[in-house]
């Protein structure tokens, strides 16, 4: 007997079948299939033959596969018992439902183990979301649990998954397929700079913008593994799940992460839509939903530990003529914090700083029509604290560990930690007018532990439950806790802590695979930069950030009368716009000129569009190569105009029709041919905006 289980959502499908009892394998994952197709015969089709130096029957690569039925790979589960003892599970079919979503409940009576695979389709966003529940009649010892293993596509050459350094974050890697194991494990006890939970299975001929990607995303904020095998047959399978050993204790339940998935036939836009509209409009759980994304002042940058109250006033004054509408205190408001050797943990208000407290700062910042958030750390400790001195039992790992930034991890496991940690950010967002937190995280921890990750998610959740109207912003010594995990439970990722325009430019690019623009932040940094040692011009500076949530992060005293006339330009359009951009898509297209990295943000009513052409580098050829847009309708007609021509250079001679008047274009011109722009420097952004007619 076969038991055959089909989802689908208007643009995949996912198909899953079993022989008889056994656990279920993914016969086809894609495009949608006719909605007569019949699961038995496509079953039978998928089989694949066996030959000499072959068991007489392929082990299934079923959604957990198992090291009892002879599987030859990696299996999805590696347990003990409560006494040590290695166990082989075999499940059988116990149970389905299928309301909304397809829930399948499998057992090992044998070994008192139950194992549960969900399934969820959304038909809007096009994401199906997989997890895997392991139950246990008695403690037992977990060292790996995968999320549903699915295959991955035979007509692929290589898969993309993504690295990357402080400052450097979201790099793209990839890797060819051939036989053996990808294992890719973090286990640094958060997101990590250096292990996005990310993986792309382009299929051959795949770009941004056409052909068939498969992508994943495992939405755990701690440390996870994967897998990506290929079997001596042939088949290839991927696995998802939290880094091997996270789980110390013995317990009688272990669950993964989400793991989330998309198929597209558009190229890795398709994939990036889809992940960009699930985590905006189905994971991130916003305060004001109707209310538009605010442009952000953080004056880090600007003053470091060096708080004093006349400078921040002023800075606030200059950043709201700007355009600002929040200001973000960071760093060293607190405890005896004038660098970062001391005073974590320590969360009350230095009264050297602010002997009147904080309020005569908010009031004024209030007055200025803006809002006021403001830095805290909760998971880290410096040694040189009060709380450090009183409760050295609080930290995380052994007393001689290697430092972080000056700095260790509170262990969040424990009730006490979470408890005094709640009290003193409580006392200070009831006595404060604060609706936004900067919750940093600055180092990797000592060891992979689950229950750290889940003591900090329930400390998040116990202060949103108290405060639902304080927005946090998720930072990691910038995008080392980047993850829908997290995003459950914050409105705001910082991406990197460099703000070097340049580097931003490539970093926003590739992470837009996964996140959109409202949740991405992204600021206007010094002119010459810190982290980088670059200098920039303010126009490329200011359109970077204006590709996504826009802020400032300098010191707006630097600024001449140039610079300021540029930046509060840029910031006037962003907020014009931003009403349909924080909707949009952002779609990455294919540039002809490597030198060039292009998006095109499309409104979800496909009526308008903005182009983003940085260029990175200098171009191999003079003239800069035509740029293809995308999703647009061929026979539409469509209004263009190059919005930023004032930044046209002296240099450029030509007589493109672009630098002089809007053009009007058909849709099939545009993705077909592409936009002729103007020359231009490295270090550049051309802006286009499109209406359709």
Same mark, same amino acid.
């Given at each position: ?5 089909? =989802? ?49 029957? !392929? ?11 002879? @599987? ?21 079919? /116990? ?17 008192? $183990?139950?194992?549960?695979?969900? @399934? ?63 294992? &890719? ?43 990506? /095998? ?5 088949? &290839?399978? =991927? ?51 109707? #209310? ?19 400078? $921040? ?75 450090? &001195? ?35 950010? %409580? ?5 404060? #007018?604060?609706?936004? =937190?900067?919750?940093?995280? !600055? ?34 010594? +910038? +995008? ?31 992470? #837009?695979?996964?996140?959109?623009? %409202? ?20 126009? @490329? ?17 630097? $600024?001449?009368?140039? /610079? ?13 716009? &931003? ?17 060039? =990295? ?58 493109? #029709? ?36």
């Amino acid at each position: 007997m076969n038991r055959t289980y089909r =989802i689908d959502d208007g643009r995949q499908t996912l198909v899953l079948a079993a022989r008889n009892d056994r656990l279920p394998e993914v016969v086809y994952w894609g495009a949608l299939l006719p909605a007569g197709e019949n699961l038995d015969t496509l079953q039978a089709a998928h089989r694949i033959d066996v030959t000499g130096g072959m068991l007489d029957e !392929n082990p299934d690569l079923s959604v957990c596969p198992e090291a009892t039925r002879s @599987f030859p790979g990696q299996p999805g589960l590696i347990l003990r018992d409560s006494d040590g003892t290695p166990l082989l599970p075999k499940f059988c079919f /116990e149970s389905v439902a299928q309301n909304g979503a397809l829930e399948l409940t499998y057992k090992d009576k044998d070994n008192g $183990l139950t194992l549960t695979v969900r @399934f969820e389709s959304d038909q809007d966003t096009h994401v199906i979301t997989c997890q895997t529940t392991l139950d246990a009649t008695r403690p037992v010892h977990l060292h790996w649990l995968a999320a549903p293993v699915l295959p991955a596509p035979q007509q692929s050459d290589e898969m993309i998954d993504v690295s990357g350094r402080w400052c450097g974050e979201f790099q793209l890697s990839r890797t060819a397929w051939a036989p053996g194991m990808r294992y &890719r494990e973090n286990r640094t006890g958060r997101t990590g700079h250096e292990h996005f939970p990310g993986l792309i299975v382009p299929c051959r001929g795949a770009t941004n913008t056409q052909g068939e990607a498969y992508a994943f995303h495992y939405g755990w904020s701690g440390g996870h593994k994967m897998i990506a /095998e290929e079997l001596q047959d042939g088949r &290839r399978q =991927i696995q998802w799940g939290h880094a091997a050993s996270m789980e110390p204790q013995a317990a009688t339940q272990f669950k993964t992460a989400p793991l989330y998935i998309a198929y597209s036939n558009t190229g890795l836009n398709g994939c990036a839509v889809a992940f960009q509209r699930h985590l905006r409009d189905r994971i991130v759980t916003w305060p004001k939903p109707n #209310a538009p994304r605010p442009v952000h002042y953080n004056c880090w940058e600007a003053v470091y530990f060096d708080h004093k109250l006349p400078v $921040l006033k002023d800075i606030a004054d200059r950043a709201a003529a700007l355009g600002a509408e929040r200001f973000v205190l960071d760093d060293g408001w607190f405890g005896n914090r004038d660098d970062d050797t001391r005073s974590l943990s320590d969360w009350t208000v230095d009264p050297r700083k602010y002997p009147d407290g904080l309020h005569p700062l908010i009031a004024h910042v209030h007055g200025l029509g803006m809002t006021f958030g403001i830095w805290f750390e909760p998971e880290m400790i410096n040694e040189d604290s009060d709380i450090h &001195r009183a409760h050295p039992d609080w930290v995380l790992g052994s007393a001689d560990q290697t430092l972080g930034r000056q700095q260790k991890a509170l262990n969040m496991a424990l009730p006490a930690v979470r408890d005094y940690l709640y009290d003193r950010m %409580s006392a200070i967002l009831r006595d404060h #007018a604060i609706d936004y =937190i900067k919750w940093d995280h !600055n180092r990797v921890l000592p060891m992979p532990d689950a229950s750290q990750t889940r003591g900090s998610y329930a400390l998040i959740d116990r202060l949103r439950t108290d405060f639902p109207e304080v927005e946090i912003e998720s930072c990691a010594s +910038g +995008g080392g806790r980047i993850d829908f995990g997290i995003l459950q439970r914050t409105q705001r990722v910082w991406l990197s802590d460099s703000n070097d325009a340049l580097e931003r430019l490539r970093i926003q690019h590739d992470a #837009a695979l996964f996140l959109p623009l %409202s949740v991405t932040g992204s600021h206007v940094g010094p002119r010459h930069c810190h982290t980088s040692g670059r200098t920039l011009d303010i126009t @490329f500076r200011a359109w970077v950030a204006a590709q996504r949530h826009m802020g400032f992060e300098m010191d707006p005293r630097e $600024l001449d009368a140039r /610079e300021t006339a540029v930046l509060t330009q840029v910031t006037g359009w962003w907020k014009a716009n &931003r009403h349909w951009m924080q909707t949009a898509d952002i779609l990455r297209l294919d540039s002809a000129d490597p030198a060039v =990295i292009a998006e095109q943000q499309l409104a979800r009513d496909k009526d308008r569009f903005v182009v983003f052409a940085g260029k990175a580098a200098t171009s191999a050829q003079i003239s800069p190569r035509p740029l293809r847009l995308t999703g647009l309708d061929p026979d539409a007609m469509y209004r263009i105009d190059l919005i930023n021509r004032a930044d046209l250079h002296h240099l450029s001679r030509g007589t493109p #029709a672009l630098k002089d008047a809007p053009l009007e274009l058909s849709g099939a011109y545009l993705m077909r041919h592409g936009l002729t722009l103007p020359w231009s420097f490295p270090e550049r952004m051309w802006v286009v905006e499109g209406a359709r007619l």
